[in-house]
C-alpha cells in the first residue's frame, strides 16, 4: 500500500490530535556551574582530580601486578580473596571508572546545556526521487535485457539455489550417520553384558550382596569402563552408570516378569535420566524414590522405576542382575532398552509401564 | 541535564537553534591542524559537517542500549585476553598447574587451561570473571532495552526493521552466552551440554541426526569444546558486529526517537549534540559500564569451576543452575508433567522436552518478530512515529508486556524451584504444582491489573489537564462547606498529557458492493480485525478535547469566583 499521503512529518495542528498547543521549548535555566563562577571552578577541579587519579591508580596497577604474589589468598570477611586479582580489579576498575565519571562530570556541569533542536526528515524519499529511482531500475532492467529473455533471472536463481545442496553435503561428515546398524552400536547399547562385573564407581571395587544394607545406594559401573580412557572413557560413562539398591523384597512391588532381574531385593537400575541424561542422585531411603537434581524427574524404585514426579516420561531402566561363581554380582545382559534421553528412532513400547507384569 | 521546571507562558516558536554553530556568523574557520590530509582522501569535512553535531535525545531509558553495547565491547577487549590462554580441546591430560586439589587429576585441556587461567595467568582471574559478568549484563541489558522500546512504542514505523534486528540480536546472545559458558568444560557446564543433547535429540525426526552431527557422535565425544570454540569467538561475535552496525546505522538514519514535551514535535529532535556533549557522556559512559564490571569481578566471585570440578557424566550437583537467561526455558522444562511422550509405530515424540524447549523460544521470537506489524494492522496506523508512547497511552499494549514478563517470570521462578524449597522449607513438588496453575493464572491476572491501572493514570491525566492539579489548600465557604482549589497546570504539562494520538477502533469494511459482488481491497478490514481493534483500543480514556477544555475553563471561572485566584 503506498503511504506517501502519510510521510509528512509536520504536525498535525488540528484540535483532536492537540487540544493544547505545543508551547515551544521552555526556556533555558542555568545550572549553579553557570550561575556560580565558584561552582563552576569546583566542577573544573573535580574532573580534573578524577582524571588525575587515573595515572595514579594505572601505577599501582603495575606495581600490583609485579608486587603481589599470584598465589596469596588472604582472610577477608569470613571470605578467601585472591589478592593480586582482587587488588588489580581495584586499581584497574577505578582507573576506568574514573575516566568515565570524569568525562560524565565534565559533560554535565561544564559543557554548555542549551538544548538544540533538528529537523527530522521522512524515513521515505520524496516522489520526485522515487521517480528518479524507478527511472534508473528500469534502464538497468533494460541493459540488463532481462524483461526481454525471461528466463536469465530464473536460471540465475535457480543456479544459485542449487549451490545449497553442494554446500550442505559438505557438512554430511560432521558425523558418523545415525542409521538403525550406528544407533545399536553407539546409543542403543551400553558396556553391560552377560557377566559383566558391577563395580563401585569410586574404587572400582566390585559389589557383594552381603555389602549392601537395606536402604543402602550404590553408585556402580562396569568393571571394563576402567580400562577405556579419553573420549572411549567419557562417551560410555555417559550411559553406563547405574544405581544399585537394596531394597527390603517384601515392601516392593517386583513384577512377574522381572523377579529373577534381582538378588535378594539388590536391584540396578540406570542412572542416566530418561529425561535430558543428567545422572540422578539424590535417593530418598523411605519412599525408595530417586530424584535427578536438573528437572526434579523423580522414579520410584521399589516400583520398576516409574515415574512419580516431574518431566520424565519413561520408568528409569532396570539392569537384570544375577551374581556369579565367585559371589559377585554381575549383570545377566544389557539393559533391555535404551538408557538416557529420548529420540526419534527409539522404540519406546518395551519399557515397563505401571501395571505391566 | 537542566530540564526547565515550568514554560514561559506562548512564547513565539523559537527559532531551532543552528546545529551547525553558523548562526551567529563566526569569523571564517580553517580546518582543524591534520584533518585536511584526511578529508583530500575520504571527504572527512563532508561526514563531519553532517554528522558531529547531529543531536540526541536525554532520558536515563535511552542508556540501556548503550549498557548492551559498551558490554559487547567488553566482551570483545576480555575475551581476546581469554583467547590467548585457553585451550579449546577435550583432550585428556593430566593436570600440572598450582591447584593443590586438582593435581594429578585427568582432565580436559580445556578444564586443565581455565584453570591455568584462573591460577596461573596473572590478572586472568580477573579477566574471566569481568568476562563472565558482562556476558550476564550483556543480555540483561538487551532484554531491558527491549523492554523499553516495547513498552514505550519504539518499534513503530519506521523502525520495524531495527526491531527485528534487535530480536536477531537478542536471539544470538543467547547462543553467544551459552556457547560461552559451555567452554570450560567443568561439571555444570557438561550438565548443560548433557542438556543440550537431550535438546536436540528431542527435535522430531532429525534429532538424532543432527544430535550425531553436532556431537561428532555421542554424546559427548570429543569435538564438541573446539566446535562451540569456533561458535563463542568466531560466528557469534561476527553475526553480532553485523547486527549492531545495522542496528546503529539505522539509529543515525532514523534519529533517535524522543519523549513528547515542550517543543517536541514528530517532526523533530531536542536534545544535545554528538560533538561534544555525547561524545563526552557516552564515551564516558564505557568507561562507567567497563569500570563497573572489573569492579564487579574483582569483588564478586563467579562460576568457580575449580569448586565444580572437571565434567563427569556420572555427576551432578543439586542446585545446579544455568546463567541467569536460560533460566526460563529450565524452568519450562521442570514444569512439565510426567507422561508427555509420544510413541506412535517404532518412533518417539519428546514433548516434554520440545515443547518446552524448542517451542517456547520459537514461541517468544515469533511474537517479538510478529508484534510491530500486528499492531500496525490492528491500529490501522500507516504514519511514522518519533515521538514515544508513555506506556499508559497504550494501555492494551502495556498490558500484554507485563502480561508476558508475569509469564516469563513465572517459568524462570520454577527455574529455581529446588532453591525455592530448600530456601524456605516449602515441598518442592508444590512449589513445582503452584507454578503449573500459575503460570496461566498470572499473566492474566497481570493483563488485567495493568490494563486497569493503565485506565485509570489516562483517567487522572484527563482530570489534571481538564481541572487542574489540586492545591492541597482547604477553604471553608461562608454555608460552612469546605472545597479544594485546583491550580491549572502549565500548558507545558498540558501538552505533554494531551499530544498523543487516540485510536478509534476500526470498523468493519462493507465486504460486498451494492450488486452483492465481493469486493477486492487490499485495504479492507475483516470483522475479525475489527474486533481485535476494538479489544485492542476500545477501552482508551479519551483525552480531553480543545471544545472540552474550553469548557473546563468557563466553569471553573463561573464557580470558583470566591476562590482566590492566588492560590495559582
Known amino acids: 500500500m503506498s503511504s506517501t499521503e502519510h510521510n509528512s512529518l509536520a504536525p498535525v495542528e488540528d484540535g483532536t490530535r492537540l487540544p493544547v498547543a505545543n508551547p515551544g521549548l521552555g526556556e533555558h535555566v542555568e545550572r549553579y556551574t553557570d550561575a556560580d563562577p565558584a561552582a563552576a571552578r569546583r566542577a573544573y577541579l573535580q574532573v580534573l582530580t578524577l582524571f588525575g587519579l587515573v595515572p595514579v591508580l594505572a601505577i599501582a596497577f603495575v606495581v600490583v601486578y609485579f608486587a603481589v604474589p599470584q598465589h596469596l589468598w588472604v582472610p577477608l570477611l569470613g571470605t578467601q580473596w585472591p589478592l593480586n586479582s582482587l587488588l588489580l580489579g581495584l586499581t584497574g576498575g577505578l582507573a576506568v571508572l574514573f575516566i568515565g565519571l570524569g568525562a560524565v562530570h565534565w559533560a554535565r556541569q561544564l559543557m554548555s546545556d542549551h538544548e538544540m533542536v533538528e529537523q527530522r526528515h521522512p524515513a521515505s524519499s520524496d516522489t520526485a526521487t522515487r521517480e528518479a529511482f524507478a527511472e534508473k531500475v528500469h534502464a538497468g532492467v533494460m541493459d540488463a535485457g532481462v524483461s526481454r529473455r525471461g528466463m536469465l533471472l530464473g536460471s540465475l536463481g535457480g543456479a544459485l539455489g542449487i549451490l545449497a545442496v553442494p554446500a550442505l553435503v559438505s557438512l554430511a561428515d560432521m558425523g558418523p550417520w545415525p542409521t538403525a546398524a550406528v544407533r545399536r552400536e553407539t546409543i542403543e547399547k551400553t558396556l553391560w553384558t552377560e557377566g559383566e562385573v558391577v563395580v563401585n564407581d569410586v574404587n572400582a571395587r566390585p559389589l557383594r550382596p552381603e555389602d549392601l544394607e537395606i536402604g543402602q545406594l550404590v553408585n556402580a559401573e562396569p568393571a571394563s569402563l576402567f580400562d577405556l580412557h579419553g573420549v572411549d572413557y567419557m562417551t560410555e560413562k555417559a550411559k553406563s552408570p547405574l544405581i544399585v539398591v537394596r531394597m527390603d523384597p517384601n515392601r516392593i512391588q517386583i513384577p512377574e516378569s522381572r523377579r529373577d532381574w534381582q538378588v535378594g531385593g539388590i536391584l540396578a537400575y540406570s542412572k542416566i535420566c530418561t529425561h535430558v541424561g543428567c545422572p540422578i542422585t539424590l535417593w530418598e531411603q523411605q519412599t525408595h524414590h530417586v530424584l535427578c537434581p536438573c528437572h526434579q524427574s523423580t522414579f520410584d524404585l521399589g516400583n520398576s522405576g516409574v515415574v512419580v514426579f516431574g518431566p520424565a516420561a519413561r520408568s528409569l531402566p532396570q539392569l537384570p542382575l544375577r551374581v556369579n561363581a565367585d559371589g559377585y554380582l554381575v549383570a545377566q545382559s544389557d539393559f533391555t532398552v535404551p538408557v538416557g534421553p529420548s529420540f526419534f528412532e527409539r522404540d519406546s513400547h518395551n519399557d515397563y509401564v505401571e501395571g505391566d507384569q | ?568
Open chain 2, 1 to 568: 541535564m537542566a530540564r526547565p521546571a515550568d514554560v514561559v507562558p506562548t512564547p513565539a516558536a523559537p527559532e531551532p537553534r543552528d546545529t551547525t554553530g553558523a548562526s551567529a556568523a563566526p569569523p571564517q574557520r580553517t580546518m582543524p591542524r591534520g584533518t585536511t590530509w584526511l578529508d583530500e582522501r575520504m571527504g572527512l569535512a563532508k561526514i563531519g559537517k553532517a554528522g558531529l553535531r547531529k543531536v540526541f535525545p536525554d532520558h536515563w531509558s535511552f542508556l540501556l542500549g548503550e549498557i548492551a553495547l559498551y558490554s559487547f565491547i567488553v566482551l570483545l577487549i576480555t575475551g581476546i585476553f581469554l583467547t590467548i590462554w585457553f585451550r579449546p580441546s577435550m583432550a585428556e591430560i593430566e593436570y600440572t598447574g598450582t591447584y593443590e586439589l586438582m593435581r594429578g587429576r585427568h582432565v580436559s585441556e580445556a578444564f586443565a587451561s581455565a584453570l591455568d587461567i584462573s591460577f596461573d595467568v596473572r590478572g586472568g582471574l580477573l579477566v574471566r570473571q569481568i568476562h563472565h559478568w558482562a556476558a550476564l549484563l550483556f543480555v540483561a541489558a538487551i532484554t531491558a532495552h527491549m523492554l523499553r522500546v516495547f513498552f514505550t512504542g519504539a518499534f513503530r514505523k519506521p523502525r520495524e526493521i531495527n526491531w527485528l534486528i534487535g530480536v536477531g540480536l537478542m536471539a544470538t546472545s543467547l547462543i553467544a552466552g551459552f556457547s560461552g559458558y559451555s567452554l570450560p568444560d567443568d561439571l555444570l557446564s557438561g550438565t548443560g551440554l548433557r542438556f543440550v543433547d537431550g535438546l536436540i535429540r528431542s527435535i522430531p525426526v532429525v534429532g538424532t541426526w543432527l544430535e550425531f552431527f553436532v556431537f561428532g557422535g555421542q554424546f559427548p565425544g570429543e569435538l564438541l569444546i573446539s566446535r562451540l570454540y569456533m561458535v563463542h569467538i568466531l560466528l557469534v561475535p561476527a553475526v553480532i558486529l553485523g547486527l549492531i552496525s545495522a542496528h546503529l546505522a539505522l539509529v543515525v538514519y532514523h534519529k533517535h526517537t524522543q519523549f513528547p514535551g515542550p517543543g517536541r514535535t514528530e517532526a523533530n529532535v531536542v536534545g544535545y549534540p554528538l560533538f561534544p556533549v555525547y561524545m563526552a557522556k557516552a564515551g564516558g559512559f564505557f568507561f562507567i559500564v567497563f569500570g563497573a564490571l572489573i569492579l564487579m569481578a574483582a569483588t564478586m566471585s563467579i562460576n568457580q569451576v575449580w569448586l565444580y570440578g572437571p565434567y563427569n557424566p556420572a555427576a551432578v550437583t543439586a542446585g545446579s543452575q544455568p546463567d541467569w537467561y536460560m533460566g526460563w526455558l529450565e524452568g519450562a522444562l521442570r514444569l512439565i508433567p510426567p507422561g508427555w511422550e509420544s510413541h506412535w509405530g517404532n518412533t518417539t515424540w519428546t514433548w516434554s522436552v520440545f515443547l518446552p524447549g524448542v517451542g517456547l523460544m520459537g514461541l517468544l521470537f515469533t511474537v517479538l518478530a510478529l508484534w510491530p506489524f500486528v499492531e500496525a494492522k490492528l491500529l490501522g496506523d500507516t504514519s511514522e512515529h518519533h515521538l514515544l508512547d508513555r506506556p499508559r497511552n497504550a494501555p492494551t499494549r502495556t498490558a500484554l508486556g507485563v502480561a508476558g514478563m508475569t509469564c516469563y517470570g513465572m517459568f524462570w521462578l520454577n527455574g529455581a524451584n529446588d532453591i525455592i524449597a530448600t530456601q524456605f522449607n516449602v515441598s518442592l513438588n508444590a512449589v513445582t504444582m503452584s507454578i503449573r496453575v500459575l503460570v496461566f493464572v498470572m499473566p492474566v491476572i497481570a493483563f488485567f491489573v495493568t490494563k486497569r491501572i493503565c485506565l485509570s493514570l489516562q483517567r487522572a491525566d484527563r482530570e489534571r489537564v481538564l481541572h487542574g492539579s489540586e492545591s492541597g489548600v482547604l477553604v471553608r465557604d461562608p454555608a460552612g462547606g469546605y472545597a479544594e482549589g485546583h491550580a491549572p497546570i502549565s500548558q507545558g504539562e498540558a501538552f505533554t498529557l494531551t499530544q498523543h494520538k487516540q485510536y478509534e477502533p476500526l470498523e468493519a469494511s462493507e465486504t460486498e458492493d451494492e450488486h452483492g459482488v465481493r469486493r477486492r481491497d487490499p485495504n479492507a478490514v475483516s470483522g475479525f480485525t475489527a474486533r481485535m481493534s476494538r479489544w485492542f483500543v476500545g477501552d482508551d480514556v479519551r483525552k480531553p478535547t480543545a471544545a472540552e477544555l474550553e469548557e473546563a475553563h468557563h466553569h471553573e471561572d463561573a464557580s470558583d469566583d470566591d476562590m482566590p485566584r492566588q492560590l495559582v
